[in-house]
Structure formats: structure tokens, C-alpha cells
């Protein structure tokens, strides 16, 4: 029971120590390479945010070498959100008939993307292609494989890996 | 990825149905299945429901999504790998060494970026430093040891005498009994070239090696090996030029940092590019314009502070 009190008062004192030292300094860091210092807070707090949530942190040598880790994460996410969002959002001004999508649809709609995004950046290039021909563009194997110059089987391939990685989706 | 045999056999009937030509066979092979196990039907519900989820043409934003997951991921991949690979190596600097000591900012002469610096040893020694310099004195004022943590420093002269001075950096130290000499802290490796006299050149591990008048030496912690370049050429930055002879292009940005605020950065093989030219230090967006036309390499600015090059 005191061993857990204990250790629980060393990790906010852990904590708290490591966000005096590296809060600014993290903040700065990613600050130079978003451009925005609000955006810049907001990711190095969450980057914080998933060092709190660790479950030991008592292993941790380099603070600052993890922090960076979790912040370079963040910070890929947060400009992949930024291109996906601008690409999307082009696409659905060139077409009319979306003029009546609401914020939340489209809201909901990127973040939808971006679970795909996510799911689909673990398999090949091809594999991704070929799931987006079947899945968005509807074209059959025969057509997919001529476009991306591989076999009909190659495309039964992809096709099972990029579905495996949309089950990993929540 | 491993999947429960539901779930995988689910992926593969859904590979199969989406076939151009599905016969009636097909089909109740697959019904066949689906009901022979409550896991499958699960197993089937499930990813069918992700995948309504998803979209598709039936979802009327279906090419948006598609066009938009098109976006090349690459760039910022690689932009981020280079940005944050540099303070990761800070970070284990700080580690290793706490604070101010680390990034050499409690150093005795420091000279700011783009700013080259002047100074006397206690002995009235006149002594120049590169832009961005950090150095520490140490030994006694009859014998001085400086100690090079970053940039270059040039001893105009150090008269024939019995006691030494030294220079080092961390891939090994110059000693000398009378000389005028240049010593450089490079990317990889370090840099000595005696105008005049002579001086001893300990690399860290290494075999020490002698020095002489007009010699140049590049040097690691663990071997030193002559070149070709002229004092006058080695020490050109005093004069606000940079003169490259086959370096590595990481070398050579690392040199123009002294003179530019923000990161400058080579990716993957790149790096290893071997440029030579001279540069003018005092404008080094015209530098890096020139390296785009030496090498076939190209030039990415993410905002003002990253700019990074790749093999082209």
C-alpha cells in the first residue's frame, strides 16, 4: 500500500520536474517546424499528455529523447491531417452537389480518412493503390492489375493485405 | 498483422467476391461458409461494417476520400526524419552532459551565428575564431590549452618557445613549440594546417603524426591522413570563404550553419556527395544555390527554418 502512494509521488514528481525543464524547450523545438505557436503548444502538451499515460516510467533515462519521439509522431500526424484535410476539402469544392455537407459530416469525414490513412501506411505503395482503384474507384482486378503492370494474382495479394490493415481499424 | 482464422478467412472471401466474374458456385460456397460457424458470420459482419465505414462509390464523397488518400506521405517523412533527427543527438548530448556544458554555452570565447570572434591569451597570444565557435581555455598562461568544441580558430603566432601550447577538439589534440596554425571542428572529423613552425598532431587513439610547415592533416579519433589543401585554403573562412576539396556535402552545410541561422539538412545518400567549390560565407542563400548547381541534388524549404536537400 505505501509502496504504491510511494511510487505514485515519484512519478508526479517526475513529471512535474520534466515539464518545468522541457515544456518551453519542446514547445520551441516544434514551433520552428509548424510555424504556428498555438499549434506548437498543443502538440508539445500532448506529446506530454502521452508521456503521463505511460505505464512505467521509472525505465525512462532520456526524457527529452522519448518526448522528441512521441512529438516527431504528433507533429507527422498533425501534417498529414493538414494535407489530407486540403486535398479532401479541394475535391469536395470542385464538386457542387456537396455544397449542402455540414461541418460535422465533414468533420467526421476526415477523420474517418485518417484512420485509413494510418491503417494503410503499414502495407506497399501498390498495395495501397490497388485498394483505393477497388474500393473507391470500383474497378475490377483485371483493370487494377493493368494499370499498376502486375499480375491479377498480385492484385488478390494487395488486396488481402490492405483489407487485413482495415481490420486493424477501431 | 495476425488475424483469428474468422477474421481471415473473411478478408479472403471478400478478396474473392470483389473478382470480375463471380459464378453461382461462388456464391453458395461462400453461404456455405458463412453459416456453417456463428465466428464467421461475426467475422463477416464486421468487416463489412468497417467498410461502409470507410466508403465508397456509393458514398457520394468516394473519389474525394480516394484523392485525398493519394497524397504522397514521403516529403514530410523525410523533412521530419531530418529535423528531428538533429535534436534527438542534441538530446544525447544533454543527457550525457547536463545543461549549459552540453551545448558549450558556459564556453570562455563564443562566437554567434553568422559573427566570427577575436581574442588575446593571457599572454597577448592573438588568437581568431570561426562564427559560431565555442572554445574553452584551460592549462596556465604559460601554457594554454584551448579546447575546441565547435568551429575553427586560427593562432596567428605562437613564437618558438619551451612551453606548448594545445588545441584539441574531441577527435584529438595539436601541440606545439612555435607555430601559426589552424584547428577546425568539422561534421565528422577534424582539421589541422601549420602556415608556420610545426606542431604535434595526437589523434584520440591514434598514432601521433608531425605537422610541418605548409602541411594540412584531417583527422578522427582514430587516424590522421594528409591532404592537398593549402593552408590558404584551410583557413580562408578568416577572410569569409569557404574552400571545399571533394567534401561531403553534409560537411559543407554544416560549415555554412556557422553563417545561416536554422537547420540545414542532407538526406540519405546525399550526405556523402563529395562537392567541391568556394563559397562565399557571407552569402549563404547564394551558396546553397550554387551547391544546386554543382550537384544533382534538390533543395526543400519546409518554413524558414528547415531547408533540407536530397539526391535529385
Redesign the interface.
Request: hydrophobic residues 40%.
Given at each position: 500500500m505505501s509502496t504504491v502512494s510511494f511510487a505514485t509521488a515519484a512519478r508526479d514528481q517526475f513529471l512535474g520536474g520534466e515539464f518545468r525543464r522541457s515544456y518551453s524547450w519542446l514547445t520551441a523545438?516544434v514551433h520552428?517546424?509548424v510555424?504556428s505557436r498555438n499549434d506548437a503548444e498543443d502538440l508539445a502538451a500532448s506529446a506530454f499528455t502521452e508521456l503521463a499515460g505511460m505505464e512505467d516510467i521509472s525505465h525512462i533515462?532520456?526524457p527529452?529523447?522519448l518526448l522528441?519521439?512521441i512529438?516527431?509522431r504528433l507533429?507527422?500526424e498533425f501534417?498529414?491531417r493538414r494535407?489530407?484535410?486540403r486535398?479532401?476539402l479541394e475535391?469536395?469544392a470542385l464538386?457542387p452537389?456537396?455544397s449542402d455537407?455540414s461541418p460535422e459530416d465533414i468533420c467526421e469525414?476526415i477523420d474517418?480518412?485518417l484512420r485509413?490513412?494510418a491503417a494503410?501506411?503499414?502495407i506497399s505503395a501498390k498495395a495501397?493503390?490497388a485498394f483505393?482503384l477497388?474500393?473507391?474507384?470500383?474497378l475490377?482486378?483485371?483493370e487494377i492489375a493493368a494499370r499498376l503492370d502486375v499480375s491479377v494474382s498480385m492484385v488478390?495479394k494487395y488486396?488481402?493485405q490492405a483489407?487485413?490493415?482495415?481490420?486493424?481499424?477501431a | 498483422m495476425t488475424l483469428a482464422a474468422a477474421e481471415h478467412q473473411a478478408v479472403m472471401w471478400e478478396v474473392r467476391l470483389r473478382e470480375d466474374d463471380i459464378g453461382a458456385s461462388v456464391l453458395n460456397e461462400f453461404d456455405h461458409w458463412r453459416t456453417a460457424e456463428a465466428a464467421n458470420e461475426q467475422a463477416w459482419n464486421a468487416l463489412q461494417q468497417r467498410l461502409a465505414r470507410i466508403g465508397g462509390t456509393r458514398s457520394r464523397d468516394g473519389l474525394a476520400m480516394a484523392r485525398a488518400l493519394r497524397t504522397p506521405a514521403t516529403e514530410r517523412r523525410r523533412a521530419l526524419r531530418a529535423a528531428f533527427g538533429l535534436l534527438v543527438l542534441g538530446c544525447g548530448t544533454w543527457g550525457m552532459r547536463e545543461g549549459m556544458h552540453g551545448l558549450g554555452l558556459d564556453a570562455d570565447w563564443q562566437s554567434a551565428v553568422g559573427e566570427r570572434g577575436e581574442g588575446l591569451l593571457a599572454d597577448g597570444t592573438p588568437v581568431a575564431f570561426d562564427a559560431n565557435s565555442r572554445i574553452y581555455l584551460a592549462g596556465s598562461a604559460q601554457s594554454p590549452r584551448l579546447k575546441l568544441h565547435q568551429g575553427q580558430v586560427l593562432v596567428k603566432s605562437w613564437p618558438q618557445r619551451d612551453e606548448v601550447l594545445t588545441v584539441s577538439t574531441m577527435d584529438g589534440a595539436v601541440v606545439t613549440e612555435g607555430a601559426t596554425f589552424n584547428v577546425g571542428k568539422l561534421l565528422e572529423r577534424s582539421v589541422v594546417s601549420v602556415s608556420r613552425g610545426s606542431a604535434l598532431l595526437r589523434p584520440q587513439l591514434g598514432r601521433p603524426v608531425l605537422v610541418s610547415e605548409g602541411e594540412t592533416f584531417y583527422f578522427n579519433g582514430k587516424e590522421a591522413q594528409q591532404t592537398e589543401m593549402p593552408f590558404g585554403a584551410v583557413s580562408a573562412w578568416t577572410r569569409g570563404v569557404c574552400v571545399a576539396d571533394r567534401m561531403p556535402l553534409a560537411e559543407l552545410l554544416d560549415i555554412f550553419g556557422r553563417y545561416r541561422k536554422g537547420l540545414l539538412r542532407v538526406s540519405g545518400r546525399a550526405a556523402a556527395l563529395q562537392i567541391s567549390g568556394v563559397f562565399r560565407l557571407e552569402d549563404i542563400e547564394r551558396a546553397l544555390l550554387q551547391v544546386l548547381d554543382i550537384l544533382p541534388v534538390r533543395m526543400q524549404r519546409y518554413g524558414s527554418y528547415l531547408t533540407v536537400f536530397s539526391a535529385a
Open positions: 523545438s520552428r517546424l510555424g533515462r532520456q527529452r529523447a522528441t519521439t512529438a516527431r507533429t507527422y501534417w498529414r494535407d489530407l484535410e486535398e479532401y475535391q469536395l464538386a452537389e456537396f455537407a469525414a474517418e480518412l485509413i490513412d494503410l501506411q503499414g495501397r493503390e483505393i477497388s474500393q473507391f474507384e470500383e475490377g482486378y483485371a488478390r488486396m488481402a483489407l487485413t490493415a482495415c481490420c486493424a481499424l | -
